[in-house]
């Protein structure tokens, strides 16, 4: 019976206990800031994490922000660079909750905090960019190029404000596209089929331009070619009749006169063909031995 | 039946209740206990594999992380645990710049919020579709400092992507800059996310898709095959050149070798000649009369041997000694009779 009773007190002291605990105590996650409110006046600020003691509910409540970054997507309306182009720039905005208490006092929750920083994103990218041209969005000059600078310029604007007016610290304000508004893409569309029409006219007109050189190249390499090779020819043919001659030469200056003698004899030869008819004389030799013996007596 | 059954319920009645209700409070009790013990041992968390988990007592990190295995904590207001998949590699698409033909049809202009694109350097418009590779490298960043990773994750690709894409020209991101637009907008990212504190370390940025604006497509594919009828020219040209030059080297060889040949047998002609004359020179010399008789009757028994008919006549007063008749079955001309009337 003791006993019992003993562990039934145990019991409900447990159960208290914990009553107390759960109506008494909260926690501050280690991404959470905290504001205590004490009938509806903001009495603690907490930010470290941690267990926390309270005035049971109604007296004290406890409004919790998520402290991690959060993340949105900007409205998206139309800006004007300096060289009054437009241009359609969508930014994102990463933020967070930094000063809870004030964020609470003027905005209340993350849903008010976005239409509010809408406002400021917007007019922070329209009055940056007007500082800047085109060029400096879009170029293929590499140093022309100003993105991270105007993101610098546009987080740094919101920044300041969100901060001094919501509690909010503005991390990083990002360009996540370049676009034109609708009907200039139109244009853009028909600059783009000029630019490559130019190109393709140019690659035809080099690939002719190039097929005819090395046409043109090849011709010219074989008329040199041949040519070189007709002038060897000749001087090879030249050299050889001279070397002919001078070896006919010093073979005949040895005896002209037996040179004459056969090279007659053997224009005759070739001269008297089987349709030649030969009249000679009897003393002609070998005929002579024809003649009669009288005569010659 | 029913009465006697009746009767008995009646008169045991309370004493069944009360056995009833002792029992159940006694499971009750082990019930309760059984609870409180499941209580006690739910912080007990088995971490998987692939992740890394860590503490929050009383919302507070405490120091040390936890890899896969059995993770001892105590049950939940006292301690939280956190997973978070490090070692698994996550991939999120990024479709919003991808072009999108409605119904198949191409409108003749672009929706700057309908329609995902960006531009150029050249101020081309260039549509695309990647994907990105990361892994968690830091899990109580990854958990605690950012609440919508995957979102922000994306929005950092997409503007590191921009800032690359507006320094190349259209030519550039459709082909020879697409893996410096890889490596480039992996590195601007990683810069961006690192500043932001995500705890993120990104494996890969691919693109799948990279095109200019469908409107344009055609003049993009004229400049490409206008590229290739160009290759083919010059190819065609090239093969010309490689069929016609060694033609030619063959010919100017031909003719050269034959020059060569020419004159080497003109030569050999005239050694072979000189030495003949040379030979005959030498025994001439020796008996000049008598080489001089053999060879003119040499050359007469050829001579008359290869002709057709000869006449041989008395010797007369006449110089003339030889008569040479064009052709036969003509008339001999008319100077023939002469010459004979007179040696008659």
């Known amino acids: ?297 | 039946m029913d009465e006697r059954h009746g009767q008995r319920d009646l008169g045991f009645g309370p004493a069944a209740v009360l056995q009833a209700m002792k029992s159940s409070v006694r499971l009750l009790r082990w019930g309760l206990l059984l609870l409180l013990l499941i209580y006690l041992f739910s912080g007990v968390t088995v971490v998987g594999p692939n992740e890394t988990a860590f503490v929050l007592r009383f919302g507070k990190l405490q120091p040390g992380l936890h890899s896969s295995g059995l993770l001892l904590a105590l049950p939940q207001p006292i301690d939280e645990v956190v997973k978070v998949p490090t070692r698994s590699v996550q991939e999120i698409r990024l479709d919003a710049w991808a072009a999108s033909p409605v119904n198949g049809m191409i409108a003749a202009t672009l929706n700057p919020i309908r329609d995902g694109y960006t531009l150029t350097g050249d101020a081309n418009i260039i549509q695309a579709r990647f994907s990105v590779r990361y892994q968690v490298s830091d899990p109580v960043a990854y958990a605690l400092a950012v609440k919508d990773q995957p979102a922000l994750l994306e929005a950092v690709l997409y503007q590191a992507a921009t800032e690359v894409i507006a320094q190349m020209t259209v030519d550039e991101v459709l082909a020879s800059g697409l893996e410096s637009l890889r490596a480039q907008t992996l590195r601007i990212a990683q810069a961006q996310l690192d500043r932001l504190g995500m705890g993120v370390q990104l494996l890969a940025f691919e693109v799948h898709e990279i095109s200019p604006a469908l409107q344009v497509v055609p003049a993009f594919q004229d400049v490409v095959s206008a590229r290739v009828e160009s290759q083919t020219l010059i190819e065609q040209a090239n093969s010309y050149r490689a069929s016609e030059l060694p033609a030619a080297r063959a010919d100017a060889y031909r003719i050269k070798q034959e020059a060569d040949s020419y004159g080497q047998d003109l030569v050999a002609k005239a050694t072979g000649e000189s030495a003949a004359f040379e030979a005959i020179e030498v025994q001439y010399k020796a008996a000049p009369q008598l080489m001089r008789t053999r060879l003119y009757a040499d050359a007469m028994e050829t001579i008359l041997h290869q002709l057709q008919s000869t006449l041989i006549l008395q010797p007369s007063g006449s110089n003339l000694k030889l008569l040479l008749q064009p052709s036969y079955g003509s008339p001999p001309l008319s100077i023939t009779p002469q010459i004979i009337r007179d040696q008659d």
Do not use: C
């Not at chain 1, 003027?106 to 009055?127: I, P, Y």
């Not at chain 1, 920044?159 to 007016?165: D, F, N, P, T, V």
């Not at chain 1, 009907?183 to 005819?212: H, I, K, P, S, W």
């Not at chain 1, 190249?217 to 040519?227: E, F, N, P, Q």
């Open chain 1, 1 to 297: 019976m003791n006993t019992q009773i003993i562990i039934r007190s145990l019991i409900g002291a447990l159960v208290g206990a914990l009553m107390l605990f759960v109506m008494l105590t909260f926690q501050v996650r280690q991404n959470e800031r905290v504001v205590l409110i004490r009938f509806g006046r903001p009495v603690r600020v907490l930010v470290e994490p941690g267990l926390y003691a309270k005035w049971p509910w109604p007296i004290e409540t406890v409004n919790r922000f998520d402290a991690r970054l959060d993340f949105y997507d900007a409205r998206v309306s139309e800006a004007l660079t300096r060289d009054k182009r437009n241009v359609i720039i969508p930014v994102y905005v990463a933020w967070r909750i930094e000063d809870p208490l004030r964020f609470l006092q003027s905005l209340g929750n993350a849903e008010n905090a976005r239409s509010k920083l809408d406002g400021l994103v917007t007019s922070a990218r329209n009055t940056v960019l007007g500082g800047y041209d085109f060029s400096q969005l879009v170029s293929t000059n590499r140093a022309e190029i100003k993105i991270p600078e105007i993101e610098h310029a546009i987080t740094d604007l919101v920044a300041q404000q969100a901060k001094q007016s919501f509690g909010i610290a503005v991390e990083q304000v990002g360009i996540k596209r370049l676009t034109l508004p609708e009907a200039n893409t139109e244009f853009v569309f028909a600059r783009m089929r000029a630019e490559r029409g130019q190109f393709a006219a140019q690659y035809r007109a080099e690939g002719q331009q190039q097929a005819d050189q090395v046409r043109a190249k090849t011709d010219a390499d074989k008329v040199v070619m041949l040519a070189e090779a007709r002038k060897y020819a000749e001087e090879t043919r030249g050299k050889a009749e001279a070397e002919a001659a001078r070896i006919y030469q010093t073979a005949h200056e040895k005896d002209p006169s037996l040179y004459r003698f056969l090279r007659e004899l053997d224009a005759l030869k070739r001269i008297t063909g089987t349709n030649t008819t030969v009249v000679l004389d009897t003393s002609t030799p070998p005929f002579d031995v024809l003649r009669p013996q009288s005569k010659g007596e």
